[in-house]
């Protein structure tokens, strides 16, 4: 019987990627976001690479106990690869409870449920060689000592790492766990159907690499060139995104086929291959004939100087191995680019666009529902109040039972909003 893989975050960069190669190697998936951070493009781009019109996607987020309950009474799960989580390093440190709320939150429902299964669960967590820090030796292995995070987003990493290692070592057996520490996945689908879809300035280099080629942004920054390094700029572990994706292919057919050698493991996904900042910039623009414009800016705090991985135990022990050179990934990113570019000149897909604005909408509706229901408790509550006590915490009342009128109120503009902008986006061009 197929075994069935739940890919938690899905719909994102590096899950639909991810999605795509499992399928490919005969393992059915359920994909769940909350889309928080995507639209339905990947997902769409999924069921066209892979011809699977009928592939589940549920959506909801997994910080929502019961949701996460329901999704797995609904199917069975042999696995989950979790990917739920915010992941802008300078958005944590602005936001730091947003990001330990949700990073931490779902990945703990995701454990509790999936350690509750008849029959236990595989989990694969998707960690960051960001819980290397700035290492002393380079290339690092995966008894590298971990350093204490410079970011709430490091430290979730680093947390959830610690959070999967104790909950298999106390399930007895039920649960299996492998941590993947990423490097630094580029790169897309060679389809141009998939790939990285950042909101608002992109937060990783190659986003701002093609979008400076198009013409979207005017100049690249490249943070430091005096940095103890062949060039001055930093080095990094560039990783194709579809090697990237195979690498959790292997990790789960590990797992279901008992060959693990500890409950939970760890492997470091990269090539072994250090690349600079100027060096793949140039590579980018040799590949693919265009011209990037770029500036030396100084430093940025918290920039690691260099560090890549050695993969040496993901090759040996998972027999996965990184094998698309940076030319073919930097093609695909710009394949990438141009297919967005080609998408908005079209006036791009309706279904798309009708398909992601009706989440949006029933995102809304939840929230409206909640916030009303939250009102009428309030009144409930109040109405139940003795005069004496009511009289003793007026003003007290007066200010909840306002606010949560005024969240109420929010919450349903917020619907007629969301129509409002959907009915423009859909009908925008169709006059003519
Ligand atoms: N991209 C990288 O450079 C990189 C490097 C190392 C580790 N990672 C980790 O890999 C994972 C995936 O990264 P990505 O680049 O694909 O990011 P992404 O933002 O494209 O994908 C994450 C997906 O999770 C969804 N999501 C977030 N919170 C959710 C919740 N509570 N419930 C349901 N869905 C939720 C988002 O909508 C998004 O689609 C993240 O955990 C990230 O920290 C990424």
Known sequence: MKKTVLVSGGAGFIGSHVTVEL???GYDVVVADNFSNCDRTCFEGVKKITGREDLPLEVMDFCDLKAVKALFGKYHIDAVIHFAAFKAVGESVAKPLMYYK????????????????PGGCNVLFSSSATVYGEPDVVPVTENTPRKPATSPYGNTKT???????????????ALKGILLRYFNPIGAHPSALIGELPRGVPNNLVPFITQTAIGKRECLNI???DYPTPDGTCQRDYIDIVDLARAHVYAVTRMMEGKMKKDCEVFNVGTGRPVSVLELVNAFEKVNGVKVPHKFAPRRPGDVTAIW???TLANEEMGWKATRTVEETLKAAWAWECH????KEAG???????TSLKDQILQAADKA???ISDAIDKVKEYSALSPEEKKAKQDEWNSKLTEAAEKASDSVKDIVDDIKEGADKLFKGKKD
């Open 23 to 25: 399928l490919e190697a």
């Open 102 to 117: 949700n990073n931490l939150e779902s990945f703990l429902n995701v454990l509790e449920v999936a350690g509750a299964q």
């Open 159 to 173: 947390m959830c790492e610690d959070i999967l290692r104790d909950t298999v070592k106390a399930s007895e057996g």
């Open 223 to 225: 943070f430091g060139n």
């Open 309 to 311: 991985a050695d993969p």
């Open 340 to 343: 967005l570019a080609q998408q």
């Open 348 to 354: 791009s897909d309706d279904t798309g666009k009708a």
């Open 369 to 371: 529902n909640e916030a």
